[in-house]
């Protein structure tokens, strides 16, 4: 691993050279909006970013919320996407309604599950696998590109325009927040399903790129690899176990999809006793509580008829 800090060193570090070329994969980290020096270093990271992509770069982009487009600009690293099919609404970030003993919250932060499927290379290590995604964003996903992670649609999720006094909110008083965001039609992006993350693939438009396909991975969430997410225990688990296995498994399915290297794409070891069972949906689980609810009494009921009419 070799890092670049670019507001500290603006030379591009040498890779070590191996026989043969050992592949090459940028992780790009934007600084968040509430960042010190946000104003210089995303504007010089995103032109990185797209000299990167401009030579044909294998690179995973995350993206953070931005205030740009509540001022009428653009985020500089949205506007690099759309030649991979891919449109971040990184000005809306997500939230949720979610309903507790105290009353309802808004929290910021979702649980998502990969569906089970041969649509793409990544999912089948990271099929069935719980990712924590803080703050994310909405990305409208076109050809080439495709979704990898979504949201459902639920009218107690919605993506928020008033979101910078909220996010300064520390996260374990959030549930006492006195001005937590509403949902307001008009002005927050109320349409689902979202989009949070997406896989592209185009033809690479450098020739001296080592592959003919270029890669992209944006996951439109907010520190979603870092170890308080990625490593954060499962406090009601019997034995050691991660709370959110999927984002340390996407992190390095990505990187080993991003090397070319799909031969090498399976869940880690770790991973591998981790059960994968599919949330139930809701209408299986009304049907299921319907059930539960209704057929006991109903037996009860038949069989005293029965018995009734044996008698007689």
């Known amino acids: 691993v070799v890092e670049w800090p670019i507001a500290l060193q603006s030379i591009e570090p040498s890779v070590p050279q191996t026989d043969p070329p050992r592949p090459v994969v940028y992780v790009i980290i934007p600084p968040a909006a509430s960042a010190r020096d946000a104003t210089t270093a995303v504007p010089r990271l995103a032109s990185l970013t797209k000299t990167l992509l401009d030579r044909g770069e294998n690179v995973l982009l995350t993206?953070?919320?931005?205030?740009?487009?509540?001022?009428?600009?653009?985020?500089?690293?949205?506007?690099?996407?759309?030649?991979?099919?891919?449109?971040?609404?990184?000005?809306?970030?997500?939230?949720?309604?979610?309903?507790?003993?105290?009353?309802?919250?808004?929290?910021?932060?979702?649980?998502?599950?990969a569906e089970r499927g041969d649509d793409h290379a990544l999912l089948p290590p990271i099929a069935g696998l719980s990712l924590a995604l803080p703050w994310p964003s909405p990305l409208l996903v076109r050809p080439p590109a495709s979704a990898l992670l979504t949201i459902p649609e639920s009218s107690d999720v919605w993506g928020e325009s008033q979101w910078l006094t909220f996010r300064a909110v520390p996260r374990e008083q959030r549930a006492l927040a006195p001005d937590a965001p509403s949902r307001d039609d008009a002005a927050d992006n109320v349409r689902g399903p979202w989009t949070v993350a997406a896989v592209s693939e185009r033809p690479t438009p450098s020739q001296e790129a080592a592959n003919a396909t270029q890669r992209l991975v944006v996951v439109a969430s907010s520190a979603w690899f870092f170890d308080p997410v990625a490593l954060e225990p499962d406090p009601t688990a019997a034995r050691p176990t991660l709370l959110n296995p999927g984002n340390g498994e996407l992190f390095d399915a990505s990187l080993r999809w991003l090397a070319h290297q799909d031969d090498l794409l399976a869940p880690g070891a770790e991973v591998v006793a981790t059960p994968r069972i599919p949330p139930m949906s809701g209408s299986s689980l009304t049907a299921l509580r319907w059930s539960v609810t209704l057929v006991p009494p109903a037996l009860v009921l038949l069989l005293g008829c029965a018995i009734r009419l044996i008698r007689r």
């Not at 931005?66 to 985020?75: K, T």
């Not at 609404?89 to 929290?107: A, C, E, F, H, K």
């Open 63 to 113: 993206l953070e919320p931005s205030l740009l487009p509540r001022i009428g600009q653009s985020d500089p690293f949205a506007e690099l996407l759309p030649p991979f099919g891919i449109r971040p609404d990184t000005g809306r970030p997500l939230v949720q309604r979610v309903s507790t003993p105290r009353g309802p919250v808004i929290w910021p932060e979702f649980r998502a599950m």
